[in-house]
C-alpha cells in the first residue's frame, strides 16, 4: 500500500464502522424486556426452566457447551473479533426454593455483534425459558 491510497483506505474503514454501529442501534423496547428478571417460583418451575435454558443454549450457540451443571451454562469462546456470541447461563438459587436466572451474551468482536446482538439473545432466551415457544 502506498502513501497514496493510504487516505481512501482510511476513510473506507471508517465509514465501515460509523454504518455498523448505526447497525446495532436497539430497539427501546429490546432494551427494556433485556431488563426483566427471570425468575422461577419453586423447585418444579426452576428445574424446567433450567432444562429449557440448556436447550436454548445449544440451539442457540455457535459454541459448544462447555459447563452445564445445575448451577452454570457456559459455552466455549468468543474469541477475539469473532461476532458470534457465546453465553454464561448462571441459577441464584433462594431459600424459598425460588431462584433467579441470569444470562450473559458475550461478543469478542469490538464493533459488535451483528448476526443477534446481546439484547436480541437475552430476550430470545427468557421468551423460550418462560414459555417453551
Do not use: H
Not at 84 to 91: D, E, G, N, P, T
Amino acid at each position: 500500500m502506498n502513501r497514496k491510497t493510504l487516505p481512501a483506505v482510511l476513510a473506507c474503514m471508517l465509514a465501515t464502522l460509523l454504518s455498523g454501529c448505526v447497525q446495532n442501534q436497539v430497539r427501546p423496547e429490546i432494551l427494556e424486556a433485556a431488563k426483566v428478571p427471570l425468575t422461577c417460583r419453586d423447585k418444579a418451575q426452576c428445574d424446567l426452566y433450567w432444562q429449557r435454558a440448556n436447550i436454548w443454549v445449544a440451539a442457540a450457540s455457535t459454541y459448544r457447551i462447555q459447563i452445564a451443571n445445575d448451577s452454570v451454562i457456559q459455552t466455549y469462546g468468543p474469541f477475539n473479533n469473532e461476532p458470534k456470541l457465546a453465553f454464561q447461563v448462571f441459577r441464584v438459587p433462594e431459600e424459598s426454593g425460588a431462584a433467579r436466572i441470569l444470562i450473559k451474551p458475550v461478543c469478542g468482536n469490538l464493533f459488535g455483534c451483528p448476526s443477534m446482538g446481546v439484547e436480541e439473545a437475552a430476550v430470545a432466551f427468557k421468551q423460550l425459558v418462560r414459555t417453551g415457544k
